[in-house]
């Protein structure tokens, strides 16, 4: 079984920063997608980034630009850089593990940023 543990969420103010980190544990192997997804109150989960155990990257339009998502493989842990918030950043962001056929979820952390 695989766990996912999140923190770094928080309450910062719009143009702010934050970082998430995600630490996996458990059955991992050796090629897997990690990524994080947002949802707003009264909306549905939406991509925010994803990268590969081989470090390709994918963004939503929304946080091009102002997010960077890494990876630190001996760790098995995955980051979100967030610069330049903005209040319509505000969201749930729940990390993710791909691993075939299955896929793992994190509790979320709560993202705050206030205008």
């Known amino acids: 079984q695989v766990h996912l543990v999140e923190s770094g969420g928080g309450l910062v103010q719009a143009g702010g920063s934050l970082r998430l980190s995600c630490a996996a544990s458990g059955s991992i192997f050796r090629f897997n997608v990690m990524g994080w997804y947002r949802q707003a109150p009264g909306k549905q989960r939406e991509l925010v980034a994803t990268?590969?155990?081989?470090?390709?990257?994918n963004y939503a339009d929304s946080v091009k630009g102002r997010f960077t998502i890494s990876r630190d493989n001996a760790k098995n842990t995955v980051y979100l850089q967030m610069n330049s918030l903005k209040p319509e950043d505000t969201a749930v962001y729940y990390c993710?593990?791909?691993?075939?056929?299955?896929?793992?979820w994190g509790q979320g952390t709560q993202v705050t940023v206030s205008s």
């Open positions: 990268i590969t155990s081989g470090g390709s990257t």
């Open positions: 993710k593990l791909s691993q075939s056929p299955i896929n793992y």
